[in-house]
């Protein structure tokens, strides 16, 4: 993999997508932008300047080494099962959360343990999934800076994590590897416990900082 990968977002053009691939292009990373609507893709990544693409899913699942899914919940397998053959051989990163409205700020992890097991079950061995940027806030990253928080990142990969890390890194404070893809579960559980927060204090970015490293 070469030392800055190509990225492609499925769900570009969603809140986190869209924001991640502000961050990830202004930091000097090449960026294909995937959405159902290649026009829609085409649009927004244009932009973003040179380094921003758009596609459709496939398209960007084909040209990227690092493929970032962040598509709602309820359209997270038939996603997956529709880019599989484009996966073989790269990374994964699972931004997924199971959320299920209306009770959005209660955790509900699916019977699968977490969206990122479920990826990886379905996908085999052949993908390397990541699983990360659950916990990130959109607000600040269109607005043109960095989330004020640490990203966690879990996988069975130790390189694919490093990988990740480093990508986390540029969208957040730092990248906190936090372990094997089952540990996933808890951030995704937390995303619930930072809505709640969020509507309780009525902000709009809540996030975690990991002390004592």
């Known amino acids: 993999m070469p030392d800055r990968p190509i ?7 969603g809140d986190l997508g869209s924001g991640l691939a502000k961050v990830w292009t202004a930091a000097g990373y090449e960026v294909v932008v995937g959405s159902r609507s290649r026009e829609k893709a085409e649009a927004f990544a244009n932009d973003l300047g040179s380094l ?3 596609s459709d899913n496939a398209g960007a699942a084909a040209t990227a080494d690092v493929v ?6 309820a359209s997270h397998e038939t996603t997956l099962k529709e880019i599989e053959p484009l996966l073989q051989g790269k990374i994964l990163v699972d931004a997924v959360v199971p ?3 209306p009770k959005v700020s209660v955790a509900q992890l699916p019977e699968g343990g977490s969206a990122a097991q479920i990826a990886q079950r379905l996908l085999g061995d052949g993908v390397r999934v990541v699983s990360a940027f659950h916990n ?11 989330a004020d928080c640490d990203v966690l990142v879990f ?10 890390i480093e990508l986390a ?5 730092r990248g906190v590897g936090g372990g094997s893809l089952g540990n996933s579960a808890a ?10 927060i969020n509507r309780n204090y009525k902000v709009s970015g809540a996030g975690i900082t990991i002390t004592g490293l």
Do not use: C, Q, Y
């Open 7 to 13: 990225i492609g977002i499925i769900g570009g053009t």
């Open 52 to 54: 921003a693409k758009g």
């Open 68 to 73: 970032v899914l962040a598509v709602p919940f």
């Open 99 to 101: 959320l299920v409205p």
């Open 136 to 146: 990130v806030g959109a607000t600040k990253l269109h607005a043109g800076g960095r």
């Open 155 to 164: 996988s069975d990969d130790k390189e694919a994590r490093d990988t990740v």
């Open 169 to 173: 890194g540029v969208v957040g404070n």
């Open 187 to 196: 951030a995704e559980a937390l995303t619930s416990v930072l809505i709640w």
